[in-house]
């Protein structure tokens, strides 16, 4: 009797709505909302105003469907304590654990050698405009950020990762607030930039590898999954869709409203010189805006969002390079984590002083591989895995995602021919 009302109060509850679902919401809004949004106006704003209304309509189905998905690949494990990467093992075996592993690596890696990059450029940028200074040898500034962001990780992990949480929400609520206090310098100078119609597929489809970029927050989806099949048992499909669902619709309404809100505010001119300057949407601004407020506040907001973006993909970076080198090695474990520490470090530092563009890795480095394990493996696997049987999103939400994530991937090979 007992039993039957424990489970009928567990499915009562799964099927409300909660507060803690609510800071599940937050929690996973908070893992996306990074770097990648402030480079994110520059390339999604560069089609014109129409293409960026379409873009603004798929980024939330987009967003949902793929994480949603990746959520019931995890579920789908029989123990429970599987997190993702016991999860391939189970349906693909060592060569697919290796190979899922192997892709995450490479799909988190480049993400720190870009914010070596955007720390450097905008903390030279903020010296130069703002400061009044010569500008520091790139050398020597790109190594002491470097140096400095990673003693932050490897000395004070635990203080680091509680800074960094913490850090998340005063960000999106100066976002929201610089969004709104935008909306006097909004123009039609960007509605005038009509491409032509048949080109708007085209604009979209190149714009896509940013989008899953910056909505990304699939690192967290993992420990949610667990969480969620601890508490809700069968039920946890139900709540990781809706979680999911409120974070992306959360996503589509914060970010893209500053989406608009600064690329309503600059001409296509401005937004190609921000381009073309290899710096943040925020540091720009801060560079041709005449508010005291927004030339302080645009590059310390961007410095607070790459370092805090750094430690956790340093920290997912390094795991994964020892992981894989573990596997293959007989090396005692301390000196792998070193040299591998050491490897991150300085290929960090040399890419910082070559000065790529942000923009261009994200979209030949960073979103293939993201695509790949988020959009992809999981509809590959509701196909291939008997487990997976139960866990079939729909059809058009299959081919969805699908479509989305071979676009990202096929955009960025086309873009390198």
């Known amino acids: 009797m007992n039993t039957t009302t424990t489970t009928v109060s567990s499915v009562h509850n799964s099927s409300k709505f909660t507060y803690k679902d609510f800071t599940w919401c937050l929690s996973l809004f908070g893992t996306a909302v990074g770097a990648g949004v402030l480079f994110l106006p520059i390339k999604a704003g560069a089609g014109g105003f129409w293409p960026l209304v379409i873009l603004a309509l798929i980024a939330a189905p987009m967003t949902w469907f793929a994480h949603k998905s990746l959520a019931r690949f995890v ?16 349906h693909f075996g060592k060569t697919g654990a290796n190979l899922i592993t192997f892709a995450y690596f490479f799909a988190i890696y480049p993400i720190v050698l870009i914010y070596g990059v955007g720390i450097t450029n905008t903390v030279d940028s903020f010296l130069v405009n703002q400061v009044g200074m010569e500008s520091i040898p790139r050398w020597l500034l790109s190594g002491a950020l470097i140096a400095a962001m ?7 992990k635990e203080l680091m990762l509680k800074a960094t949480s913490i850090m ?4 999106v609520f100066i976002l929201l607030a610089l969004s709104f206090y935008l909306i006097p310098d909004w123009n039609t100078s960007m509605m005038n930039v009509s ?23 699939s690192p967290i989806i993992s420990q949610f999954t667990k969480e969620q099949r601890m508490q809700h048992g069968e039920n946890a499909v139900k709540k990781t869709d ?18 608009f809100s600064v690329v309503l505010s600059l001409s296509p001119q401005q937004l190609a010189m921000a381009q073309e300057q290899n710096i943040s949407v925020l540091s720009y601004l801060a560079n041709v805006h005449e508010s005291p407020l927004i030339s302080i506040l645009g590059p310390v907001v961007a410095f607070a969002a790459i370092t805090s973006s750094y430690f956790g993909h340093f920290l997912g970076a390094h795991e994964g390079l020892v992981g894989l080198v573990k596997s293959r090695s ?14 991150i470090v300085v290929t960090t530092w040399i890419v910082a002083i070559i000065n790529p563009s942000i923009l261009g890795m994200i979209e030949t480095m960073g979103a293939p591989m993201i695509a790949a ?18 866990y079939k999103t729909s059809a058009p939400v299959q081919i969805f995602t ?14 390198a021919l």
């Open 75 to 90: 579920l789908s494990a029989k123990n429970p304590q599987s997190d993702i990467t016991d999860t391939v093992e189970e």
């Open 150 to 156: 990673t003693a932050g990780v490897v000395f004070g």
């Open 168 to 171: 998340v929400y005063p960000l």
């Open 195 to 217: 491409p032509e119609w048949s080109s708007v597929p085209s604009i979209i489809w190149l714009a896509i590898p940013i989008i899953v970029f910056s909505f990304n927050h």
């Open 242 to 259: 809706a979680i999911t669902g409120g974070a992306a619709m959360m996503l589509m309404g914060f970010v893209m409203f500053f989406v």
């Open 330 to 343: 007989q090396s005692p474990v301390n000196k792998i984590e070193k040299m591998s520490l050491i490897f």
């Open 373 to 390: 394990i988020l959009f992809l493996m999981p509809v590959f696997a509701m196909h291939k895995v008997p487990a997976m049987a139960k």
């Open 402 to 415: 699908v479509i989305c994530g071979v676009a990202a991937i096929s955009s960025v090979i086309y873009g």
